[in-house]
């Protein structure tokens, strides 16, 4: 008997949250790298009108990243108002990385079945 038994759906629930998070991840850093600064939503106001709207797509992704760098790099307001702080925007970017996640998972598998000739 396990101490934690875990079902499948919450597994599946926690792997989808990784991916998200995983994915978000990757493209802030390969952004960084190629911006030379880092990815935040700032894009949005400071992108001409094309950029800005191409923007979009890529901070739906990169989100839980910037939402969870930007909160843990802030400066301290308090002991407690920042645990309150950080839970709260943990708690949102986790959200947010399980729909992307969950879109991630639906758009790789069309394209697994492609490459896989099914």
């Known amino acids: 008997m396990t101490l934690f038994p875990l079902s499948p759906g919450a597994l599946e629930s926690f792997a989808t949250v990784a991916l998200g998070f995983a994915v978000a991840g990757v493209l802030a ?5 190629v911006a030379r600064r880092p990815a935040s939503f700032a894009l ?3 992108a001409p ?3 800005a709207f191409a923007a979009v797509p ?5 989100a839980p990243f910037v939402i969870m ?7 301290s307001a308090g002991d407690f ?3 309150q702080l950080v ?3 943990t708690i949102f970017a986790s959200c947010w990385s399980l ?7 639906m758009l790789a598998r069309p394209l697994m079945s492609f490459v896989a000739g099914g």
Do not use: I
């Not at 850093?29 to 790298?33: D, I, K, R, S």
């Open 44 to 46: 949005l106001e400071q």
């Open 69 to 75: 760098r930007a909160t843990l790099c802030a400066p």
């Open 58 to 62: 890529f901070l739906v992704f990169a």
């Open 99 to 105: 729909m992307s996640g969950t879109a991630v998972t």
């Open 29 to 33: 850093t390969g952004y960084q790298l």
């Open 49 to 51: 009108r094309g950029g």
């Open 81 to 83: 108002r920042r645990f």
């Open 87 to 89: 839970m709260g925007t």
